[in-house]
């Protein structure tokens, strides 16, 4: 596969993880009794497989570019990779009460500082 498809796998992973967090978000409002429905088990899914395709997608653009060279990763890229695992926790934040209404802002932080780190490449 060349870079544009790495690009579009990484985009998917995107879409995917947003929208497991939203339906995460939006299920822990209904409070739905029991949390072993497929209406539940979704968002969760959608999270996890969207984190893995970002993962992937990031990894092989990153190989594909040949940003592994001697130099070692740019800074940006190490950056991206810490924000990808600050994503990873978000559903606990969403199970507690007091909590969970600042799992929206927190996951458009982090996807608002990948778009920068993405698109101006500072470091």
Do not use: C
Not at 10 to 18: A, D, M, N, P, R
Not at 46 to 73: E, K, P, Q, R, T
Not at 89 to 95: A, K, M
């Amino acid at each position: 596969m060349s870079y544009p498809g790495f690009k579009l796998l990484h985009l998917l992973g995107i879409l995917f993880l947003f929208s497991g967090i939203g339906g995460m978000v939006f299920m822990s409002y209904l409070e739905s009794g029991n949390s072993q429905t497929a209406t539940v088990r979704l968002p969760r899914i959608l999270h996890g497989a969207g984190l893995l395709l970002i993962l992937i997608g990031g990894v092989m653009m990153v190989y594909s570019l040949g940003l592994d060279g001697a130099h070692g990763v740019p800074l940006w890229v190490k950056l991206k990779l810490l924000i990808l695992v600050s994503f990873g926790p978000l559903p606990l934040l969403v199970r507690s009460p007091s909590k969970k209404r600042f799992v929206l802002p927190i996951a458009l932080l982090l996807g608002l500082a990948a778009s920068f780190l993405a698109i101006f490449k500072p470091f």
